[in-house]
């Protein structure tokens, strides 16, 4: 995640109380990126807080139709890991069991919330001195060590836990959308103006910007390569969209389309509770099914 740009006020001077400070302040882009394809899978525009972590999880849980990720790896920002509990566990309560099953429950020890242990999540850890890394640890905190050593292994993109895409796509992002170039007069004046260059940017960048790192050779000598944009490494289409065809292709939003509530880190909390689950008390070992779908987010 990166800062956005600051509208009329820096935040140390904004007033949370009041309404005319609403849209002041730093605003942030929450990416999640599928390493392989370089796809963006899910942006939401907005406070560098809980709420905006539980609104990009939860969108990211729908689009991906609830298959586990195999990695998921980000910063220490410490709402990720309840989230991540809350995006991926069951509770017992919710399965609507039978009091048979219930019982066999109680016998086999299941406990009151379950969380797939084919699920891996891992933090970096960053130590600065004078504005620079000097040191960069990786940390374990949701998953086993040996499910994450094989992941690494077999992963074709990286063999060390890391946010290098997240942050590559972010230097990309400034390089297309001059509102965010650092020190410069063409910061965003208006918070509607600023997300939506921001979405437009990231459709060219899934549809038109053909990434060299997921070009295929088709020749050997002399070399010749196949471009490819992330939305053709996923599939999702078979050439490089020009940005007139982005802008003219027509969208028919469906007109009964179900609201999903917006949830908010209060209730992430409180569905953790239920379970007996503390997020910041070193909860590590993970329960549940051990079979599903697998994608990479990171």
Not at 21 to 43: C, F, M, N
Not at 48 to 69: C, E
């Amino acid at each position: 995640m990166r800062p956005g740009p600051l509208w009329g006020k820096k935040d140390k001077h904004c007033d949370p109380n009041d309404p005319a400070d609403a849209e002041q302040g730093s605003y942030w882009d929450h990416v999640i990126i599928d390493p392989d394809t370089k796809l963006i899978i899910r942006l939401v525009v907005g406070r560098r807080n809980a709420d905006t972590v539980v609104q990009v999880f939860t969108d990211f849980y729908d689009r991906t139709d609830g298959a586990w990720p195999e990695l998921i790896t980000t910063d220490e920002y410490a709402p990720y890991k309840p989230v991540i509990l809350d995006t991926y566990g069951v509770l017992r309560e919710e399965l609507g069991l039978s009091p048979e099953e219930e019982a066999a429950f109680d016998r086999l020890g299941v406990p009151e919330f379950s969380f797939p242990v084919e699920i891996t999540y891992a933090t970096v850890h960053k130590e600065k001195e004078g504005g620079r890394v000097v040191d960069v640890t990786e940390r374990l905190v949701l998953g086993q060590e040996e499910f994450l050593e094989q992941t690494l292994t077999e992963s074709k993109q990286s063999q060390t836990v890391n946010t290098s895409f997240v942050e590559r796509y972010h230097g990309t992002q400034r390089q297309f959308n001059a509102r965010k170039k650092r020190k410069a007069y063409t910061f965003s004046k208006e918070v509607s103006y600023h997300e939506a260059c921001t979405w437009l940017v990231v459709l060219w960048y899934n549809f038109g910007w053909c990434v060299r790192t997921l070009r295929e050779k088709v020749q050997q000598e002399p070399p010749r390569y196949h471009y490819r944009t992330p939305a053709m490494a996923a599939g999702l289409a078979d050439h490089a969209w020009s940005m007139s065809e982005l802008l003219g292709y027509p969208l028919y939003p469906p007109p009964d389309a179900p609201q999903r509530p917006v949830r908010t880190y209060k209730e992430v909390l409180e569905r953790l509770k239920r379970g007996q689950i503390e997020p910041d008390s070193g909860w590590q070992k993970p329960y549940g099914v051990t079979t599903g779908t697998s994608s990479r987010p990171t």
